[in-house]
């Protein structure tokens, strides 16, 4: 199993928001029903998804949870040429109250807009756990992985405090950060996220995924990147894209 492969597939499940959701037909027996999605990655690395109760997607989950998560550079010109990523996952529904408030907590940062429609029109909130994963990385580069998905080793108290205190005191940083890395400058952007392996900024209703240099596993390893940051004169990487 190519460790760069599991590497790439998990950074482009970062990179990216939202993908095609496909699941076993209810009206149409025997036919896949393929639907976009939004979605963010749980504190497991599990894509985390809020779908209607009355939504076709969700009666199919209801009945068979088997399901695929396709990911795709979106903005790609030849979409053979770049990376795709297509997650065989069983959905589950989350009823766990806690578990609820944490994936809210979590899923409206990256969507506020969410908040609004989620307790207004009976939406729920369901994790894809992983199966398998199919990665193709180019022509040629094609890959079953098994282990792509890494927990985030901030995620709960420890983000969400990182994040607010980023927002709060240190919004020159985060606009050298879209500067450095050739983000759009359209709005303000706002910190959303924050992994072992980067952070996500959210810039109008655009999500966006920046690495760092190196893995971090402490929040004082995440300050240091970030103060790195803030005074270099060029991103140290070529792999900000947007999510």
Same mark, same amino acid.
Request: proline fraction near 4%; avoid cysteine; hydrophobic fraction near 45%.
């Given at each position: 199993m190519s460790v760069k492969a599991i590497k790439h597939a998990r950074e482009l499940l970062l990179k990216e928001y939202r993908g095609v959701l496909s699941t076993h037909s209810k009206s149409m027996p025997g036919f896949p029903f393929g639907s976009v999605v939004p979605y963010c990655l749980d504190a497991q690395g599990n894509p985390l998804i809020l779908i209607s109760r009355i939504a076709q997607h969700t009666h199919n989950l209801q009945r068979d949870p088997k399901c695929s998560l396709l990911v795709g550079e979106r903005e790609a010109k030849d979409v053979q040429a770049v990376g795709? =990523? #297509?997650? =065989?996952? /069983?959905?589950?529904?989350? #009823?766990?109250?806690?578990?609820? /408030?944490?994936?809210? /907590?979590?899923?409206?940062?990256y969507f506020p807009e969410s908040s609004s429609y989620h307790s207004a029109h009976d939406f729920d909130f369901w994790v894809l756990t992983p199966v398998r994963h199919r990665y193709i990385g180019g022509f040629g580069a094609i890959h079953w992985l098994d282990d792509v998905t890494l927990a985030n080793p901030f995620a709960g108290k420890a983000e969400a405090s990182m994040i607010e205190h980023m927002n709060s005191d240190h919004a020159k940083a985060i606009a050298h950060y879209v500067e450095l890395a050739g983000l759009p400058q359209t709005a303000p952007a706002q910190m959303v996220g924050i992994d072992g392996e980067g952070m996500h900024l959210r810039i109008g209703q655009g999500v966006y995924w920046l690495p760092f240099a190196a893995s971090c596993n402490t929040p004082t390893q995440v300050r240091e990147a970030l103060v790195f940051l803030a005074h270099a004169d060029r991103w140290p990487t070529n792999t900000a894209a947007e999510a």
């Open positions: 795709r =990523l #297509t997650v =065989l996952a /069983e959905a589950q529904k989350i #009823t766990d109250p806690m578990a609820v /408030e944490a994936a809210a /907590e979590r899923y409206y940062r």
